[in-house]
């Protein structure tokens, strides 16, 4: 990965809003980050915050009543909002897929294992002997004996299920993999296997991640960046180490200050008061000065841009811009 590189995606401006009775509720507001090929990119933030919503916006998954009302999702070079059916049915999987929050769910429950990988690869061209041999592979790659292909999804472990869906991402080496809280209902021997796993996939293959979810501490080990999100906002962007050792954002410092260590010192967690803004009706200024210890009058009034503060670290706050 080099920086001189052009960015595998690239999302500029990116709105997202469910239609409601009283009109538009927008659950991601102007949204814009990079990855860079090769690069793990973590975006982590509190439930409700627009995760996942914009996962399914870059695929172009979202289900109704949400609707993508603005921005550019730039993906190789090519806007995929702009992109009929069947040209975003050709890039889907072959070139950007996704690993699901659940498995179970995201399986087919009436189908084998192999019989879901095998519709998979036709979708793309892949049939035949040719088909069952790459099924094959795939069990390998992520740990899995060949014979599993016969299994039908209630007969495997969560676990297992779990490397399914990252077979299936998997099965037509795209450039750039969704991984959507892939490890949230597993306990955390298998979570740091799978993990471990997929980090040790993508040095031999070169894919790009977007790891999402809702635990910092488990994101700051396996990213090379973390973007964090606060009510459908972007409010800092850091590498991993630098965003660990020196968050510059309040909510940034609030999230980590809420997270035990594991090898530090004995202490008292910190909370982060009141809760998250309704995306009906957000607070003026900054979105989260009524929860902030540190804000001023100017938070209260005025948005806060997302400004660059040196390398490759950005925050939107008025007290470091």
């Known amino acids: 990965m080099t920086d001189a590189a052009p960015p595998v995606l690239s999302v500029r401006e990116l709105s997202v809003a469910y239609v409601a009775e009283e009109g538009l509720v927008r659950a991601v507001d102007r949204v814009?980050?990079?990855?860079?090929?090769g690069e793990v990119l973590g975006i982590a933030g509190e439930s409700g915050c627009g995760k996942s919503t914009v996962a399914q916006a870059l695929l172009r998954i979202l289900p109704p009543p949400a609707v993508i009302t603005g921005g550019q999702v730039l993906f190789e070079g090519q806007d995929l909002l702009l992109l009929d059916e069947p040209a975003l049915r050709a890039v889907r999987w072959r070139r950007l897929s996704m690993v699901f929050q659940s498995a179970m769910d995201a399986l087919n429950p009436v189908l084998t294992v192999g019989d879901q990988l095998q519709d998979t690869l036709r979708a793309h061209g892949v049939g035949g002997a040719q088909a069952r041999a790459r099924c094959e592979e795939l069990m390998a790659?992520?740990?899995?004996?060949?014979?599993?292909?016969?299994?039908?999804?209630h007969q495997l472990s969560g676990g297992m299920r779990q490397r399914i869906g990252i077979a299936l991402a998997l099965a037509l080496e795209p450039a750039l993999v969704v991984l959507d809280e892939p490890t949230t209902a597993l306990d955390v021997v298998v979570e740091g296997e799978i993990l471990r796993q997929l980090l040790a996939l993508r040095r031999s293959f070169g894919f790009s991640i977007i790891f999402i979810t809702h635990d910092l501490t488990r994101m700051l080990q396996v990213c090379d960046r973390v973007a964090i999100f606060y009510a459908g906002r972007v409010v800092e962007v850091a590498p991993a180490a630098e965003l660990r050792a020196g968050?510059?954002?309040?909510?940034?410092?609030?999230?980590l200050a809420a997270f035990p260590s594991v090898h530090g010192a004995d202490g008292e967690l910190a909370s982060i008061p009141g809760s998250p803004p309704s995306p009906r009706s957000p607070p003026p200024g900054c979105r989260f000065h009524p929860r902030c210890a540190q804000a001023v009058e100017r938070c209260r009034a005025e948005e806060p841009p997302l400004v660059a503060l040196g390398g490759r670290h950005q925050a939107a706050c008025h007290l470091v811009g």
């Open 247 to 255: 968050p510059r954002h309040p909510y940034t410092q609030g999230l």
């Open 141 to 153: 790659l992520v740990g899995l004996p060949a014979d599993r292909l016969g299994s039908w999804p």
């Open 32 to 37: 814009s980050f990079e990855v860079a090929r």
